[in-house]
């Protein structure tokens, strides 16, 4: 993704995100993680995780300029949901 730094720690974040999530929710659980850059303001970007599985979808969505610290906060949601 242009403008994106620590490329590989986010993807290191994300897996570990997921793999957190599927042990809390299940294994059986589609877990779809979005990151791109918002249209409006350059220097943002909009996280998005959908957790299906669970009889109803858990939609997080959040924007920021860091994606590691938005990626957090989604991670963060999701499983106080799930919970």
């Excluded at 998005?48 to 991670?75: A, C, H, N, T």
């Amino acid at each position: 993704i242009r403008g994106l730094s620590q490329t590989e720690a986010i993807k290191q974040y994300a897996d570990h995100a997921v793999k957190e999530i599927k042990a809390a929710a299940g294994w059986d659980t589609d877990v779809q993680l979005t990151i791109e850059p918002e249209a409006k303001d350059k220097g943002l970007f909009l996280v998005s995780m959908s957790v299906f599985g669970l009889g109803e979808p858990i939609v997080i969505k959040k924007d920021g300029k860091q994606v590691l610290s938005v990626l957090r906060k989604v991670r963060k949601a999701v499983l106080r949901q799930i919970y």
